[in-house]
């Protein structure tokens, strides 16, 4: 089978429903094992592009390939090495969690044992004989996941897969993504959570009206767009002997505040100290010029 | 198409259709509607007909005659006198316990075959067999004399009746009209699970899942259908099991239950191709059984007394009209081939016509049935 280094490899990809354009010539590409990141606001084309990269639809123009496969001219080849997680949670409701799972199994034409593997891998075998109807949001998310992994593919796509779920959930449905990195699948994930973005990929693009308007790694955007400043705690003794807290952001580049940084170092004043990076949402709201959702 | 995808599809809907309460009820109500009627039928129509047959040669003209009947009691008489003296003179008023008299002459199929006129004898009685099923039953008769040494001229019948029905009189056998009516109703199962099957995959957005799958969209309909259609056959047969409706021409019987069935079934396709919601899938489903049942009352026995409503002419308006009768007629034995090729011929290009639109259709949304 064909494995190549760069596993997502999009080329000015455009997408077109009559007159509006979802997609307006966007370019990415993703390394093997590697969390790629997608953000954007809700309809800026995050579920387009997945659907481009994942031959559910064609583009209007330009080209893509995935897991070494043309995602138009070798779309039954790409369906054997990607796994799709949906935005929505399609699973079959009277069905058991198993049953779902051994369907895809039938689907993909892969041994039934396989079915355990993934359970166990998203925590959930011992309710495998439960109806999906029972299980709450964040079951329901990890089974779609377990569902997406059944064939070993190459790459796998994850749709906002922590909508709608409950902190819990969510932090589950995340540390499950954390492992499958570990093992070696390229992820592609599309979030407007700019926190789970930040945590999770090892790249982010911005996505706005269907225009890539920013593409590096979380560290980097928050280096380049955030403050060269230190946020600084001080504890000041009052008359009463009790010790109110003050804040106060003293430049990094500015020989005044350095020789003051280094003043109430001193005296011992000082009680936390933080850098006053940029949070990814701050970078995406200055790149993008609007809230991510 | 992939058999490996296909068999996968089908495999999971024959499943979820049993764990689907509403699907459930699809399936057992024309089971539950055909025992009614076969209680109704054993409560009503519990008596078996006693046929008064001599036929000292076997001939096989007997069995035309039997056939004409769901419950027939043969009685052997010792002679063409015993039968005359059972029935009387033809057109006089007398009770009786036989449906119909046979005297079969001793040479009736070698003089057939050596080309004389034989004479058979029919007795009928009036008060159970109506005018129409008596020229039906000679006209099968002479079909079988036919058949012996066509293309001679066939045997005569001389015909006694007693108890002359009246014109219009429905006096039949009610069990076909049973077996009938349970057997198109069941064939709204074939429309219900093949359109539920496909808009339930719309409407819960699996079809997205499935299309990211090895399985085409060519795939996932041809599991529609071979499961809607297993379904249908399996149940229908178990309808004319409950009803006792085996009987009559039974593989004709079987051509038009599977005639109903792709019938039925590629209702359902029409519907899955146009609709996205279950709820209007089911509202429609819910008209079209209609569709299957309504015209169960304009043919057969119930449908001599109706030939004057304006309804019953519309009625010929629809295909389910044509399989109505088509059942009708060979469970009374009564099929000819002119009936047959009208009856299957018109079956038969609605089913056509019904699967190309509904392919057409799906052609058309496989270029975007993902974003369904």
Known sequence: M??????IEATDLQRRFGAKEAVSGISLSARRGEIFGLLGPNGAGKTTTIRMLTGQIDPTSGSARVAGCDVVKQRAQLKERIGVVFEEQNLYDRLSARLNLEFSCWLYGVPRSRVDEVLDLVHLRDRAKDAISKFSNGMKQRVMIARALIHRPQVLFLDEPSRGLDPISAREVRETIERLCQAGTTILLTTHLMEEADQLCQQVAFIVNGKIVANDTPRHLKLAHGQRALSVTLAEADQHGSAPFREMTLSMDTPADQARLAELMASGQVRAMHSKEATLEEVFIEVAGVRPA | MHRRTILAIARKDALDIVLNKSTLMVLLSPILVAVLFAFINGVFASKTDKLLIFNPSGSAVEQVAVDAYQKPEIVRAGSPDEVAAQFGPDGSKKSSDYVLGLVVPADFDTSLRAGGHPQLGLYVNGDQVSNEQRQLLMQAITDYSRSVANPQPPASIALTTINPPKPNSVVQDLGAFYT???????FMIGTSLVSGLLVEEKEKKTLRMLMVSPASWGDIIASKLLVGLTYQVIFSLVVVGVVKGFYGQVPLLLLFLMLGALFGCAIGLMFGSLLKTQNTSGALVGIVSFLFIIPTFFVGPLGQLLQSNPVAGV??????YYLAQG??????????????????????????????GALWMLRRQAAVVSTI
Do not use: H, K, R, W
Request: negative net charge.
């Open chain 1, 2 to 7: 064909d494995t190549p280094d760069v596993m």
């Open chain 2, 180 to 186: 009938a009516a349970a057997l198109l109703m069941s």
């Open chain 2, 315 to 320: 009625m010929q308006a629809f295909p389910t």
């Open chain 2, 327 to 356: 059942i009708f007629n060979t469970l009374g034995s009564q099929t000819t081939p002119e009936s047959l090729a009208l009856d299957v011929g018109i079956v038969a290009a609605c089913i056509v016509v019904l699967f190309a």
